[in-house]
């Protein structure tokens, strides 16, 4: 089964142009089905195994969408099975996913966000890198990963515009606002003598090498409870945050669906029901007969 697994995570990278993220998450999830299936190998798989996969799954009280997720990488990799004629059928195709929860994303007002910013204060060269990078991901709306993909070199600081390598490796032209562009040439400005400032990562560690979507995790969170947030964030809460202050103020759907870099507009249409959301407690609070 490893070998089969590993020729598959070779094609998604090879032939499917696959982002580092999916392929890092497709191998986890198999191998978590190696490791449930014991020693058998993929022609010894049938439905009623995958079935049983998932309800180990649902037992560990593991979330729909993660069910889903891990269903829809078996069937991939099954479908691959089948095309390269490994299996002569998919045992996973005739299982239905689970119906996903609808759930709101969670985001943060204006005020809120400029707490969290403003709380960001100093003069070394990490608390500058730390604030642009709250500017960039509020700015622009673009992924962790997608942040963490940045060089030097995609950031055209004239003209306030960003070139991000988002999933599947398709790239677009994003803006990343005023503030962000200042807040990147601040940090440009101190960084340390390794590193001039000009090609390589835009964003580094203190050892002048590329942050990983977790540090950057990381200092989001440790930016919120230094702001004293009261709410928990991520990185995706600032490109939440993003979509919804644009829709908000009179953005239209297929101009955010372009900056989030979604391939479906019904992606993006989650953050219309935010938006809605917001007015609703907006009329409650502010309407005398609400």
Known sequence: METSINRFLRFLDA?????????????????EFNRFVGKKSPAEIDYLTVRRFLAYLREKNALKSTISRKLACLKSFFKYLTRERVLESNPASGIATPKRERRLPAVLDVSEVEQLIEAITGDSWEIKRDRA???VLYGSGIRA??????????IDL????VKVRGKGKKERMVPIGSCAVEAVKSYLDVLPSGS???SGP???????LRLTDRSVRRIIVQCGKKAAL??????HTLRHTFATHLLDRGADLRSVQELLGHVYLSTTQIYTHVSASRLREAYVHAHPRA
Do not use: C, Q, W
């Not at 009261?230 to 990185?235: A, G, M, N, R, T």
């Open 15 to 31: 032939e499917k142009n696959a982002s580092p993220h999916t392929i890092k998450n497709y191998g986890s999830d198999l191998r």
């Open 133 to 135: 990078i709250l500017e």
């Open 145 to 154: 990963g997608e942040l963490v993909g940045l060089d030097v070199e995609d």
């Open 158 to 161: 004239l003209s306030g515009m």
């Open 196 to 198: 001039d400032g000009r």
């Open 202 to 208: 835009l964003f580094v560690n203190r050892r002048g």
């Open 230 to 235: 009261k709410k928990e964030i991520s990185p």
